[in-house]
């Protein structure tokens, strides 16, 4: 499966715990994105790295929420001490650069904060 | 920064029929805007997409129109089938970022 590949697809968590999520986008896109779904609403913009460097991060991202692409290949996203309002789906999608900036994303992790 | 709106959010249509969703933009700098179809549980995948120096596309029975002076693009599906019904979400980017719409949810009754 060459597409963009996120883990785990479902997470359950308790308040105030911190979770983490991985995507693995399209092995030949520099460029990669984080955003955020819920029920009848678009994605939301979270933040986006090109290569290793992130270089643009929402105003609305939460200082408990971080991510790292350290070697430009598979992101990490976590949230720290997780609230219910962080229950949604978060989307990693990928893109090359220059010319075809066509967005693929993956399937999502489901987070569920009890 | 940008700001896309969509509408309408619910759209019926008979099987056959046209259908047509409209998105507007902000930022004239906007120059690439896709358009995402998602079902139930699943991802968004694309199924067109239009560069700010075209005017129009087309792919089989979707199409997609855009007027740069009014900063609005349509999409536009012919002889609608029951598999189109989905939730469609148009989206603007200057390169870098996309900024997505609410959405619009489309029902196609056989």
């Known amino acids: 499966d060459t597409g963009v590949s996120q883990n785990p697809r479902h997470k359950i968590t308790k308040r105030g715990q911190n979770v983490t999520f991985r995507c693995d986008p399209i092995?030949?896109?520099?460029?990669l994105y984080w955003y955020r779904q819920t029920l009848g609403q678009g994605p939301e913009f979270l933040t986006y790295?090109?290569?290793?460097?992130?270089?643009?991060k929402s105003r609305l991202l939460s200082d408990r929420f971080s991510a790292e692409r350290p070697k430009g290949s598979f992101s990490t996203l976590e949230i720290q001490r997780t609230e219910q309002g962080d229950s949604a789906m978060y989307l990693c999608?990928?893109?090359?650069?220059?010319?075809?900036?066509?967005?693929?994303f993956g399937s999502g992790t489901q987070l569920s904060v009890l | 920064g940008e700001n896309v709106e969509q509408h309408p959010s619910t759209l019926s249509v008979q099987e056959g029929d046209s259908a047509v969703i409209k998105c507007t933009y902000s930022?004239?700098?906007?120059?690439?805007f896709p358009w995402y179809k998602q079902e139930l549980g699943k991802r968004p995948q694309l199924i067109i997409d239009i560069r700010s120096n075209v005017g129009e596309k087309k792919d089989q029975r979707i199409a997609v129109t855009l007027n740069k002076t009014a900063k609005h693009f349509s999409l536009h599906i012919t002889e609608t089938q029951p598999e189109d019904s989905a939730v469609y979400f148009c989206a603007a980017s200057r390169g870098q970022n996309f900024v997505f719409g609410p959405g619009t949810r489309l029902s196609v009754l056989p």
């Open positions: 092995s030949e896109h520099n460029r």
């Open positions: 930022d004239s700098a906007s120059n690439y």
């Open positions: 999608a990928s893109s090359s650069r220059g010319g075809d900036e066509k967005l693929f």
């Open positions: 790295f090109q290569n290793e460097a992130q270089l643009e």
